[in-house]
């Protein structure tokens, strides 16, 4: 079901539109109304689409992590630097700079746990694993890697095309191995700017609110039966 709403997502990006979690509902935003069965579908398939962003944001409760250090030796040279990049910089373009000491969280406990190793032993590529959209690699979902996707959770299972991974909650997300990218990927070790770096980071499009013939798009909890 996962990769059914990550393929949600890729379609309304592709319409001009993105989904934004706003507490426990959904909110449309698109340049031009969205085809209403797209808006359909993302109603229909609204809890997985809060599952999924839910396990993209950290739990109140959660407080900022240290700076993340894990032992590389045994990878690849490309991975092995990558993740010493990752672990070492300031924040990534594209990431809200109070996720960034999660991601980096993330991608130590990948190494630390002996996953990412068993993953490029099963196949998986650097672009499954760190890719991310260049533009938007936080919102953009459809095209993370695993490391983006991890959210924090445990990962309890992985084979050559799907990894799983246990929320706070105890529920299990599965994400699917997808094919490669058009166009390709963006690595989120090409992103990073390190303590020295001036400048903005890279931006993606501001766009105003989908109204819907509907009258809105929030997307908020279905009331109970009077």
């Not at 808006?39 to 689409?49: G, N």
């Not at 990412?116 to 979902?141: I, K, M, N, V």
């Not at 993370?144 to 799907?162: D, M, P, S």
């Not at 166009?183 to 303590?195: D, H, M, N, Q, T």
């Amino acid at each position: 079901m996962t990769g059914v709403v990550l393929d949600l997502l890729r379609q309304v990006t592709e319409a001009g539109g993105t989904v934004q979690l706003a507490g426990d509902a959904l909110r449309l935003l698109a340049s031009e109304p969205l085809p209403d069965d797209l808006r359909a579908r993302v109603r229909q398939h609204k809890a997985e689409i809060v599952a999924l962003l839910s396990a993209a944001e950290p739990a109140n409760h959660m407080s900022p992590e240290g700076p993340a250090v894990c032992n590389v030796a045994g990878l690849p040279r490309e991975i092995s630097e990558g993740v010493h990049a990752i672990l070492s910089a300031e924040r990534a373009q594209g990431i809200p700079p109070q996720r960034w000491p999660r991601v980096q969280g993330d991608a130590a406990r990948l190494v630390e746990g002996g996953w990412l190793e068993r993953a490029l032993a099963l196949g998986w590529t650097a672009a499954d694993l760190f890719g991310c959209d260049q533009r938007a690699p936080w919102h953009r979902l459809d095209r993370a890697g695993l490391v983006l996707l991890t959210g924090g959770h445990e990962v309890i299972e992985l084979t050559e095309e799907v990894a799983a991974l246990r929320t706070s909650t105890g529920s299990v997300l599965r994400f699917r191995r997808r094919p490669p990218a058009r166009p390709p990927v963006a690595l989120l070790w090409e992103l990073l700017i390190s303590a020295q770096a001036t400048g903005p980071p890279i931006r993606g499009p501001t766009t105003p609110p989908d109204e819907g013939a509907d009258g809105g798009d929030v997307l908020g909890r279905t009331p109970p039966p009077s």
